[in-house]
């Protein structure tokens, strides 16, 4: 029995890194979009952006300037303490220039599928029907899996981390990434289902 318990996890395992592999990063061959979805992390636990919300920030910030969309949805509730992701973000953003009129903040999300879900509602909600979204490159098979379920035009893209550190590329993020791949095909598409 234990046997089979191993091999099972393995077997899926293996699954997910193969999905990881192959999922598509867009839906559309758009240039130009409604807006750019940031999608959210935490901040250190002083409130302050970490470098991986930096990443995310700054990449969305020079996408906005070179037009790729007029405004800026930010995401993430408080989730892993008591700072709102979203909300740290902007204030970034701010501090890089980007004008309060251009940016939009979803501040009740847990996790990727209500990053996506919730940001979806407040776009068809503006009748807003493409984006770019924005997070770490390790990130964003995941959450192209979980924007492929949503209903507008999307295009992943990568942030690349910042100079002085970033754990994105590093084994353990990956093999993170793998394993919220196997919980979002094993539970999460089926249970945390979100209509946007």
């Known amino acids: ?17 193969l999905v990881r592999h192959f999922a598509r990063l ?4 758009l240039n130009r979009f409604d807006a750019i979805i940031v999608l959210g992390t935490p901040a250190d636990s002083d409130g302050n952006p970490t470098p991986r919300e930096l990443a995310r920030v700054t990449e969305a910030v020079q996408e906005y300037e070179r037009n790729v969309a007029p405004r800026i949805i930010f995401t993430g509730g408080a989730a892993h303490n008591q700072f709102v992701e ?14 309060d009129s251009a940016i939009f903040k979803e501040t009740e999300s847990k996790n990727t599928i209500q990053n996506a879900c919730f940001a979806t509602r407040m776009m068809k909600a503006h009748g807003w029907r493409s984006a770019e979204v924005i997070s770490s490159a390790v990130h964003l098979p995941r959450a192209s899996m979980i924007f492929t379920g949503m209903t507008i035009e999307f295009r992943a893209h990568a942030a690349p981390p910042l100079a002085q550190a ?18 979002f095909l094993v539970y999460g598409r089926w249970v945390e289902q979100c209509r946007p």
């Open 166 to 183: 970033s754990a994105d590329g590093t084994m353990e993020a990956t093999g993170l990434e793998i394993l919220k791949t196997v919980h």
């Open 86 to 99: 979203a909300e740290v973000m902007a204030r970034a953003a701010e501090a890089q220039g980007i004008p």
């Open 26 to 29: 867009s839906n559309t061959h």
């Open 1 to 17: 029995m234990l046997l089979i318990a191993i091999a099972a996890v393995v077997a899926l395992t293996a699954y997910a890194a």
